[in-house]
């Protein structure tokens, strides 16, 4: 149940403090005045999208907290374990909206996010607007209630997952089809990718390698003489390195044995000796086997040549057409293997077809039970709306191949089931059951959906119910029925109603009004609740707009009949 809702800087609303009780809570005021932007408020603590338009003009944020009483043991996995056991019987939500569309929301301090607080509003709060009434002009949105009614969350969700895997496993199958109408084809082609690029004998790196080669070659007879004449400046000729560096160390060897510290620069002399006469070995034997050899430079770029025009085919480098080989290698196999793919495949998709079948048909006679019960229900709740003699009935169909997604041994199976189901309504005594949508005027369809509400909140355990604007259509007695009905309601759920029609409005336990005021250039809403003395000034205003003596008279009979 809804205590307490705080706003401040909401839209045109600076601050409202409001404060609900058990039973009927009414809300009214003239078009305008700021009942939406309430309803609207309490939304975000529900998980409702919010945006920074929502900021009132020239304030950075904007604030909306409600507590709420919890009631027994409640099945919210969001919440502690404490509040799941009835451990703390109050929650405090939080929902801030900071310039730039940034939203924190927290629930008794803890930082939380929108998702779960969507599902712990919907756990605790149910709402009705004048669109739902309108959706019920709408034969698909029937099912939806049917399966909300019939507790089908869970069996959907998993037929759903079977018909995705049986639509995935449908297109593996169109693809074998296509391919192997396609198979030739694709055969010759793969084979001849498969055959060119084995012929060629990639290995991975090989051009590098020969490019360097090819580099080697051309520059042979260069490279040639710089070895040569680096091998000479070391060790072959006059005044050679070698020769200079062995004086040296000759100079050295009997001045490190009159002193020692001569000893590590003579062994750095030593060892640069023998690294130049090694280097200059090497640069020897390297000078005498470089040489020319054009057979081999043209065979390096004839090579070449064909790597580039395999690599530009076949994706732009060795490794890209190595990978190539390897697919058309795979290729091959499948295609030649498919038939027996197929085969498999189709033998998949029978039998995803079978276990598809034999689950909607399951919640094809879940679906059966539920109407029949919802049904005798909602006559019941329907009569208590003064509809003397209703008959209502979901009538389930069964789907037509053109709006199936699957035909499987005669039967159309479409992402919900078999089913189509439409609401019938006979609001009168011999009149034929027709399709909702044909036959039921604006107050029979607010009766019928404040019934469906009804008998949705009993069966989900839902503590508060809001109705936004129920009185869309009715009038006169009809307003009058809703609101005993919503009298009713109230002895088993807080109900929070915004409401037009005085005739709903006398029957509230709690009403406050929302007025909207302009002071200092700028407009606000405030939100009051009425003393008993001043709910006969507000529904004598209801009632004629202008409040005079005649509907002060007026409103104080509808208050008197309400307390009957």
């Known amino acids: ?111 939380a996010t929108v998702q779960s607080l969507g599902k712990i509003g919907a756990s605790l709060v149910q709402v009705y607007g004048q669109h739902e009434q309108h959706s019920l002009l709408r034969a698909e949105s029937h099912r939806e209630i049917l399966d909300r009614y019939a507790n089908l969350d869970d069996e959907l969700a998993s037929y759903r997952e079977r018909y995705a895997r049986t639509e995935e496993i449908r297109a593996r199958l169109q693809d074998l089809n296509r391919r192997e109408r396609e198979r030739a084809d694709l055969l010759e082609l793969a084979k001849f990718r498969a055959t060119e690029l084995e012929r060629a004998g990639l290995v991975a790196g090989e051009d590098e390698a020969l490019s360097q080669e090819r580099t080697v070659l051309s520059n042979a007879s260069k490279l040639a003489a710089a070895a040569l004449e680096a091998e000479q400046a070391l060790y072959g000729a006059d005044g050679a390195a070698t020769d200079t560096v062995s004086r040296a160390e000759a100079r050295l060897v009997d001045a490190a044995a009159l002193d020692p510290k001569l000893g590590d620069a003579l062994e750095m002399i030593k060892s640069a000796r023998a690294n130049l006469e090694e280097a200059a070995r090497s640069l020897g034997a390297y000078a005498s086997k470089i040489e020319a050899d054009p057979a081999r430079l043209e065979e390096i770029d004839n090579r070449l040549q064909e790597l580039t025009r395999l690599k530009r085919k076949y994706g732009g480098s060795i490794d890209t057409a190595i990978e190539t080989l390897q697919r058309s290698r795979e290729e091959i196999g499948e295609l030649e293997g498919i038939g027996e793919s197929k085969a498999q495949v189709e033998a998949a998709v029978a039998a995803a077809l079978d276990e598809l079948a034999a689950h909607a048909n399951k919640l094809s006679s879940t679906r059966k039970r539920a109407a029949a019960d919802l049904g005798r229900k909602m006559e019941t709740e329907l009569k208590s709306l003064g509809m003397r003699s209703p008959g209502f009935e979901p009538r389930l169909g069964t789907l037509t191949a053109e709006d199936a997604g699957f035909v499987h041994s005669g039967i159309a199976l479409g992402s919900f089931g078999i089913d189509t189901i439409e609401f019938h309504l006979s609001p009168n005594v011999g009149q034929p059951a027709m399709p909702l949508l044909r036959i039921a005027s604006g107050g029979e369809l607010s009766r019928v959906m404040l019934a469906l509400k009804r008998l949705e909140a009993q069966r989900r355990g839902v503590a508060t119910m809001i109705f936004d604007e129920v009185d869309a259509g009715i009038g006169g007695a009809v307003a009058q029925v809703v609101g005993r009905k919503l009298k009713q309601l109230s002895r088993f759920h807080q109900i929070l109603c915004v409401t037009h029609l005085a005739q709903i409005a006398a029957f509230a336990d709690r009403h406050l009004t929302v007025e909207k005021e302009e002071r200092r250039g700028s407009t606000r809403s405030r939100v009051a609740v009425l003393e008993p003395g001043d709910r006969t000034e507000e529904i004598a205003r209801m009632l004629g707009g202008e409040v005079s003596d005649k509907f002060r008279r007026a409103a104080r009979e509808l208050l008197d009949r309400a307390r009957e």
């Open 1 to 111: 149940m809804l205590l307490e809702l705080k706003i401040r800087n909401f839209a045109i609303i600076e601050e409202a403090h409001l404060e609900f009780g058990a039973g009927l809570n009414v809300l009214s005021g003239e078009t305008g005045a700021g009942k939406t932007i309430i309803l609207n408020a309490l939304g975000l603590l529900l998980g409702s999208r919010a945006s920074p338009d929502m900021i009132r003009a020239g304030e950075k944020e904007a604030v909306v907290e409600g507590l709420f009483e919890l009631e027994g043991e409640i099945a919210m996995p969001e919440l502690s374990a404490g509040k799941r056991d009835g451990g703390s019987k109050e929650l405090l939500v939080r929902r801030v909206i900071a310039e730039g569309g940034r939203s924190r929301v927290t629930i008794d301090g803890e930082l």
